[in-house]
């Protein structure tokens, strides 16, 4: 079983960056695919970016402006987001899944950290 922990949400003016960390229970977190997921209101669940081991990918909105890293050691992964734009808003997720099945497996999830990107 692994618990999930979100953390760093808030507030920010578009242009804003902000650092999201999800905290992760248990000892097999290294050997875990991990990925943060977001929500909008009204929209469906988009993946955002994942980390497996050192590979990362992102979705296109956010190539350049957001970094996927873990800190094995923490047992936590973060979402660095910078230059963000009001249509970042939303609900955000992080997700563990085995390697190889993030997309797939139903995994573990938290319990969501707001990001509000406004002026």
């Known amino acids: 079983q692994v618990q999930l922990v979100e953390s760093g949400g808030g507030l920010v003016q578009p242009g804003g960056s902000l650092r999201l960390s999800c905290a992760a229970s248990g000892s097999i977190f290294s050997i875990l695919a991990m990925g943060w997921y977001r929500q909008a209101p009204g929209k469906e669940r988009e993946l955002v970016a994942t980390i497996s081991g050192s590979s990362t990918s992102y979705v296109d909105s956010v190539k350049g402006r957001f970094t996927i890293s873990r800190d094995n050691a923490k047992n936590t992964v973060y979402l660095q987001m910078s230059s963000l734009k009001p249509e970042d808003t939303a609900v955000y997720y992080c997700?563990?899944?085995?390697?190889?099945?993030?997309?797939?497996?139903?995994?573990?999830w938290g319990q969501g950290t707001q990001v509000t990107v406004s002026s």
């Open positions: 997700k563990a899944a085995p390697k190889g099945l993030l997309l797939a497996a139903p995994g573990y």
